[in-house]
């Protein structure tokens, strides 16, 4: 027997603890390594998959010690649930909201300092609350459960300020033993967790489930058109034994696909989203759990906590933020161990939106002036109620910086928050501005790797292990790229062969006239018709190059040219890996404005600006060059060039420390190829070129 089993006397005493009040007859695995450990007196770090039965982990030692236990957790809905169904098994628990009136919370305060309570569960902002330290401090815990546990890290995917009081709060209460749990943790969140719960001599064990969910089938579809997306979603939701979740990316997406597929389906599909009544919410969850409603649309509000485990299909008809959100969402599909799919069904315009919207989200510099100057102009050590806005998010978030730089001391408060400033010598606001840019590339790396999911060719499922540092081993059923050797790519279908129509047509053309091919029509207007697919005279009478003597002399011929084409539709044969990029460089060339080149490539904006550098290497520069007013002016682009020639170097990150961030990384990478260009073509005797 080593230190990490039960001795017999445990051993028994758990399976009738599991046996008498869970109905159940063993640990699992992952389960006996925590509950061994928490026994010890050891705190513990669980990542294991959604679904795997990590509650239990707690539940039982609270039964088993007949001692209380506090559960933080940010899921107030769930809470109450998961309260009423321990209740219901004699494990007498309560969960403390803001749901619930004053009465009732005292009456739930007292049960815990009585000691009748074994389970307490509240949300992260309770912790300021002084009547439950006060009850905490009366009675400890025997132990302090952290569920949800990537919340605390600014690397996981759902960064909540107020989990970085939790250490402090633990401190305050006596240092209870801690059971942190989460699904998903990359190496970088379980350090932020460990350095931000946990002293630096405390042992804290690490038990860690596998990653992969082999019955999950992975696959990513672009669609053409909304009507091409819904056909597709219903096929996929209507084939589909058992659950089906289609998830969007907001309130009045998720009622628009409940009533589209309602139709499609000829059943009830229902909407959920954190908008609906209490009440409403539970009677769907509830409906879905026994089987009576079996499509539910809605916002990523659902599906946490829910018990059912024959979801055949999760459908994402929306773009998550980040890889590990996505991962999450779709662990709630096969969790009976049953074959199941993870669709996600979307628009090149989708990734082109969501990452713009990930921009937007960049810390205004002056904004973030403002803020400073009003928490640097408080009083010393006299708290000031902050009053907020519902949906401000961005004030709390640049308010817990403050607080990690130790500005400021912060307390949830009714309508706000409580802020002292507790510091009398501020550091400069470039130390926040620098921190909170960090914070922003970190949401937008999470990103990216969300955007290298959809795009790679590889395997999906590999790619998703490798990103959590486990390897796959081989099973059958994996994900489409596996199905498809590689070429599920997710392009829109690209126009190759109309290109290549016209291409042949022009040459036809030029030799009758005995013209050079450019006469007839150049190669940017060609693939500006290319991209428009004009189908009427007016129409192509819009495109560039076509004026009056073009239109009468060649309009016809171009017409019945875009006509014989097959109109691109869902299901089509994919398309060659290469296309994107060779896609990308003729929009380039027939000068089709950026926003626009990014929807119609379906590609994120970085990997189309990748295009574009590469591109810009060798293009005409009168194909490019109207392009930089994208990312800057010529007095911008000059400063830049400035700083490299000084810098000596075309390092982005010292590049843009050397100007406090003054220009975003983007702006230098397209400068920086625009630079080494022209310094090319200095060396080589090439002329110089004005401007930028
Ligand atoms: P997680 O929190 O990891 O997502 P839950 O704790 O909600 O998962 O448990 C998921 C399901 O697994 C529940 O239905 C639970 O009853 C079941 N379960 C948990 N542990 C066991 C076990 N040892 N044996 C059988 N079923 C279990």
Redesign the pocket.
């Known amino acids: 027997m080593t230190e990490w089993s039960f001795t017999q006397a445990e051993h028994r005493e758990v399976r009738r603890i599991l046996a008498a009040t869970f109905g ?1 007859s ?3 695995s992952f ?1 006996a390594e925590v509950v061994v450990r928490l026994l010890r007196g050891h705190s513990v770090l669980a990542v ?1 998959s ?7 982990c707690y539940q039982l030692p609270s039964v088993y010690w007949d001692r209380p236990v506090l559960v933080i957790s940010p899921l107030v809905a769930l809470m109450h649930h998961q309260a009423e169904r321990m209740a219901a098994l004699g494990v007498p628990s309560a969960a403390l909201t803001g749901q619930l009136d004053g009465d009732t919370q005292r009456d739930i305060l007292r049960a815990w300092m009585e000691g009748s309570l074994r389970l307490l569960y509240v949300a992260p902002e309770r912790l300021s609350d002084v009547r439950l330290g006060q009850a905490l401090k009366e009675r400890m815990p025997a132990l302090l459960v952290v569920d949800e546990a990537h919340c605390i890290s600014e690397w996981g995917y759902d960064f909540r300020p107020e989990y970085r009081r939790i250490r402090t709060f633990r401190e305050a209460v006596g240092n209870p033993p801690l059971l942190a749990l989460t ?1 998903t943790a990359t190496e970088r969140v379980k350090a932020d967790i460990r350095w931000h719960l946990t002293t630096d001599r405390e042992p804290f064990d690490l038990v860690e489930g596998p990653v992969d969910r082999p019955n999950l089938f992975l696959s990513v579809e672009m669609t053409q058109s909304p009507k091409d997306r819904e056909r597709r979603v219903a096929d996929l939701a209507r084939r589909a034994a058992g659950g089906v979740i289609v998830y969007s990316g907001s309130r009045l997406s998720a009622e628009r696909w409940a009533r589209v597929l309602s139709q499609a389906l000829d059943e009830p599909v229902r909407a959920y989203h954190a908008g609906l009544a209490p009440g409403l919410r539970r009677t769907i969850e509830r409906d879905f759990v026994e089987g009576a409603i079996r499509v539910v649309a809605s916002t990523t509000a659902f599906g946490m ?1 829910i ?1 059912r485990g024959d979801i055949r299909t999760v459908i994402h008809v929306d773009v998550p933020d980040s890889l590990d959100a996505y991962y999450q969402e779709i662990g709630r599909a096969g ?1 009976d161990g049953e074959p199941a799919e993870a669709r996600m069904v979307i628009q090149p315009m989708d990734i082109y939106r969501r990452e713009r919207w990930i921009r937007d989200e960049r810390p205004d510099r002056d904004w973030v002036r403002e803020i400073w100057a009003r928490a640097a102009g408080q009083p010393l050590n006299r708290p000031v109620l902050w009053e907020l806005e519902d949906d401000d998010t961005s004030t709390p978030v640049l308010l817990s910086v403050l607080e990690d730089m130790g500005v400021l001391e912060l307390k949830s408060a009714p309508g706000g928050i409580r802020v002292t400033r507790v510091e009398s010598v501020d550091p400069h606001v470039d130390a926040l501005l620098h921190r909170l840019e960090q914070f922003w590339e970190r949401r937008r790396t999470l990103f990216q790797h969300m955007v290298d999911y959809i795009e790679t060719d590889q395997c999906r499922r590999s790619m998703v292990l490798r990103y959590y540092g486990q390897s796959a081993s081989p099973h059958e059923r994996c994900c489409d790229q596996c199905e498809s050797g590689g070429r599920a790519t997710v392009g829109p279908r690209g126009d190759a062969s109309l290109v290549d129509r016209l291409r042949a047509w022009r040459t036809q053309e030029a030799l009758a006239m005995g013209v050079e091919p450019y006469i007839v029509l150049n190669d940017r207007d060609l693939m500006g018709i290319a991209v428009k697919r004009p189908q009427t005279r007016e129409a192509l009478a819009q495109c560039q190059g076509m004026g009056p003597k073009r239109l009468k002399k060649y309009g016809e011929a171009i017409l019945a040219l875009v006509g014989d084409g097959e109109p691109a539709s869902a299901g089509d044969e994919p398309l060659d890996q290469g296309a994107p990029r060779d896609r990308a460089v003729w929009l380039f060339k027939a000068g089709v404005p950026w926003e626009r080149i990014l929807i119609e490539v379906g590609r994120s904006e970085s990997t189309v600006r990748g295009y574009f550098v590469d591109w810009l290497k060798t293009a005409p520069q009168a194909e490019w060059l109207h392009y930089l007013a994208h990312w800057f002016t010529d007095a911008e682009y000059r400063m830049m060039a400035d700083t490299m020639d000084r810098l000596q170097t075309d390092r982005l990150r010292p590049l843009y420390d050397a100007l406090q961030g003054r220009f975003r990384f983007d702006q230098w990478d397209v400068a920086r190829a625009v630079h080494s260009r022209r310094r090319a073509e200095l060396v080589s005797g090439g002329a110089p070129h004005q401007g930028g």
């Not at 959604?50 to 239990?56: C, I, R, W």
């Open positions: 159940l063993a640990l699992r389960q294991v959604t679904g795997a039965g990590k509650s239990l699904a906590g018990d969790r």
